[in-house]
């Protein structure tokens, strides 16, 4: 069964940066598109960003195009986000998620989640 655990969360300042990280157990990670998704008080679960299995396409939401970048490292199973110029809207719990279909699947319904890591950005 897969496994995905987030680790990295923390508090920044506005305009600072912070990378998290989510490592997948369980399985053969180079086999899963991968990606990140973040859920603020109040508001639903929404989409951040996404990579291919093999590294080579990645797709981002609008609200952080040009400030984070999500990557992978397939030998440690581990997926990435470095978030730049970070904003107090960019508050949030962040879950990684897997899916081993295309990079469009893992933006919309991806199988599997992380249990979340919690970013806070103050102003």
């Known amino acids: 069964q897969v496994q995905l655990v987030e680790t990295g969360g923390g508090l920044v300042q506005a305009g600072g940066s912070l990378r998290i990280s989510c490592v997948l157990s369980g399985r053969t990670f180079s086999s899963y598109a991968m990606g990140w998704f973040r859920q603020a008080p109040g508001k639903e679960r929404e989409f951040v960003a996404a990579?291919?299995?093999?590294?080579?396409?990645?797709y981002y939401a609008d609200s952080v195009k040009g400030r984070f970048a999500i990557s992978r490292d397939n030998a440690k199973s581990t997926v990435y986000l470095q978030m730049n110029s970070l904003k107090p809207e960019d508050t949030a719990v962040y879950y990684c998620?897997?899916?081993?279909?295309?990079?469009?699947?893992?933006?919309?319904?991806?199988?599997?989640w992380g249990q979340g890591t919690q970013v806070t950005v103050s102003s």
């Open positions: 998620a897997a899916d081993r279909h295309t990079i469009a699947k893992v933006t919309t319904s991806p199988v599997y």
């Open positions: 990579i291919s299995w093999s590294g080579s396409n990645t």
